[in-house]
């Protein structure tokens, strides 16, 4: 018997489900930040949420807004990976009920309802812990290791610890865990699993196109990633500065050296190229954690402020989350695999937004410039939201089935 789920081309595949709700999470978030800036600007302030506003942007970006993507991604990949049968339908709702209705809730929120908060912090974590056993189980069934699969898993699970620990903050713990949070997210959830994803994904997809190209992904490679990024978190949260300088700067190697075997020589179609462009930027970040560091280490704490890690989530989580979303969904869809229009307005507008946020604190009156920029991101990405959130509720152009 036909039901709901199997009329509705959005539940075919987790990606068009967990994607569309990353592309309603992302612009709901973006909007009421953009309007809160703007208000305070204007002198006309929205409500004021349970948790000041800056940490629920934070706790927007990192917690609900990149993981839905994350897991629409992981939740396809990990059965191909493994050579698994796809998941069932029940469980990737599940999972994208948890996200969505946490969004909800925390829209409420941040309109003045203070229920809203608890309940938008229960909602994203019921789900995201069932998206972890969901992919738990999965490990566990596979006869090898996939170490990739293992390391974007461990990921998730320092993101769901960053969750309770930004859930502590917000019940009146110590301030302290709502800090935890932040640096759980960068570190522990988000640099880790982009950098797995790349590491793995990006010179495949090279391989596949440019001829003479010779892949290198040592599994080493993963242990060291993880290594760097633990010590960054122990020297951040242990306040030992110099063992966050040395994490830093085994990042920005890492960084360079990575981009440098993996950027394919000779020509390579744009649909490519992007995800090293967008790539780039990792690097570029490290060495301003690096300079902060060693302002830091020089008595000059807090120089730089927010930019490096703005540099992270925009310039580098913003660009490769723009390349790799039309990348799959171009090619998910039936569709040409292509940059379009929207998408190229996409990449390149976060660029400018992403410099405008470093460049922010060099400018008279910083949080003006914070507004454009927020302005900005929305006004850059919403026809690419638009044009994604159509493409999940249609059927295949090519005429096949997810």
Same mark, same amino acid.
């Given at each position: 018997?036909?039901?709901?789920?199997?009329?509705?081309?959005?539940?075919?595949?987790?990606?068009?489900?967990?994607?569309?709700?990353?592309?309603?999470?992302?612009?709901?978030?973006?909007?009421?930040?953009?309007?809160?800036?703007?208000?305070?600007?204007?002198?006309?302030?929205?409500?004021?949420?349970?948790?000041?506003?800056?940490?629920?942007?934070?706790?927007?970006?990192?917690?609900?807004?990149?993981?839905?993507?994350?897991?629409?991604?992981?939740?396809?990949?990990?059965?191909?990976?493994?050579?698994?049968?796809?998941?069932?339908?029940?469980?990737?709702?599940?999972?994208?009920?948890?996200?969505?209705?946490?969004?909800?809730?925390?829209?409420?929120?941040?309109?003045?309802?203070?229920?809203?908060?608890?309940?938008?912090?229960?909602?994203?974590?019921?789900?995201?812990?069932?998206?972890?056993?969901?992919?738990?189980?999965?490990?566990?069934?596979?006869?090898?290791?996939?170490?990739?699969?293992?390391?974007?898993?461990?990921?998730?699970?320092?993101?769901?610890?960053?969750?309770?620990?930004?859930? $502590?903050?917000? *019940? %009146?713990?110590?301030? #302290?865990?709502?800090?935890?949070?932040?640096?759980? @997210?960068? !570190? &522990?959830? /988000? =640099?880790?699993?982009?950098?797995?994803?790349?590491?793995?994904?990006?010179?495949?997809?090279?391989?596949?196109?440019?001829?003479?190209?010779?892949?290198?992904?040592?599994?080493?490679?993963?242990?060291?990633?993880?290594?760097?990024?633990?010590?960054?978190?122990?020297?951040?949260?242990?306040?030992?500065?110099?063992?966050?300088?040395?994490?830093?700067?085994?990042?920005?190697?890492?960084?360079?050296?990575?981009?440098?075997?993996?950027?394919?020589?000779?020509?390579?179609?744009?649909?490519?190229?992007?995800?090293?462009?967008?790539?780039?930027?990792?690097?570029?970040?490290?060495?301003?954690?690096?300079?902060?560091?060693?302002?830091?280490? $020089?008595?000059? *704490? %807090?120089?730089?402020? #927010?930019?490096?890690?703005?540099?992270?989530?925009? @310039?580098? !989580? &913003?660009? /490769? =989350?723009?390349?790799?979303?039309?990348?799959?969904?171009?090619?998910?869809?039936?569709?040409?695999?292509?940059?379009?229009?929207?998408?190229?307005?996409?990449?390149?507008?976060?660029?400018?937004?992403?410099?405008?946020?470093?460049?922010?604190?060099?400018?008279?009156?910083?949080?003006?410039?914070?507004?454009?920029?927020?302005?900005?991101?929305?006004?850059?990405?919403?026809?690419?939201?638009?044009?994604?959130?159509?493409?999940?509720?249609?059927?295949?152009?090519?005429?096949?089935?997810?």
């Amino acid at each position: 018997m036909e039901t709901f789920t199997t009329r509705v081309q959005l539940f075919n595949a987790p990606h068009r489900l967990l994607f569309f709700i990353g592309v309603c999470n992302l612009g709901l978030a973006m909007a009421w930040w953009a309007l809160w800036l703007a208000g305070l600007q204007l002198g006309s302030p929205l409500p004021v949420p349970a948790v000041p506003p800056a940490w629920l942007h934070g706790l927007w970006m990192q917690y609900l807004v990149l993981p839905s993507f994350i897991f629409g991604f992981l939740l396809t990949v990990f059965p191909r990976w493994m050579g698994l049968p796809a998941l069932p339908r029940w469980q990737y709702a599940g999972v994208g009920s948890g996200l969505f209705g946490a969004q909800i809730a925390l829209l409420t929120a941040s309109s003045g309802w203070q229920p809203g908060m608890w309940l938008a912090l229960l909602l994203a974590a019921l789900g995201w812990a069932f998206g972890l056993v969901v992919l738990g189980r999965l490990l566990l069934q596979e006869k090898g290791r996939t170490w990739h699969a293992w390391s974007c898993w461990s990921g998730l699970l320092m993101g769901w610890i960053g969750l309770l620990g930004f859930a $502590a903050a917000a *019940t %009146g713990a110590d301030i #302290r865990w709502q800090a935890l949070s932040v640096s759980l @997210g960068t !570190f &522990g959830l /988000l =640099l880790p699993i982009y950098a797995s994803v790349a590491h793995r994904m990006f010179p495949f997809f090279a391989g596949n196109v440019v001829p003479g190209y010779q892949a290198w992904r040592p599994p080493q490679w993963l242990a060291i990633l993880w290594g760097l990024c633990l010590l960054h978190l122990a020297g951040e949260q242990l306040q030992q500065p110099l063992a966050t300088l040395l994490a830093d700067a085994g990042l920005l190697l890492l960084s360079l050296y990575s981009l440098w075997r993996w950027w394919p020589r000779g020509p390579k179609p744009p649909l490519l190229s992007v995800l090293f462009y967008g790539l780039a930027w990792w690097p570029l970040a490290m060495l301003l954690y690096l300079l902060q560091d060693i302002a830091a280490l $020089a008595g000059h *704490t %807090g120089w730089l402020e #927010r930019a490096p890690l703005h540099a992270l989530v925009i @310039g580098l !989580f &913003g660009s /490769l =989350l723009v390349a790799m979303v039309t990348r799959v969904t171009q090619g998910h869809s039936g569709r040409a695999l292509e940059m379009p229009v929207v998408a190229w307005i996409a990449l390149l507008g976060l660029q400018l937004v992403a410099l405008l946020r470093i460049l922010a604190l060099l400018l008279d009156d910083p949080w003006r410039w914070h507004a454009v920029a927020a302005a900005g991101w929305l006004l850059v990405l919403a026809p690419w939201l638009l044009r994604l959130g159509w493409i999940y509720w249609r059927p295949r152009a090519d005429g096949k089935r997810d």
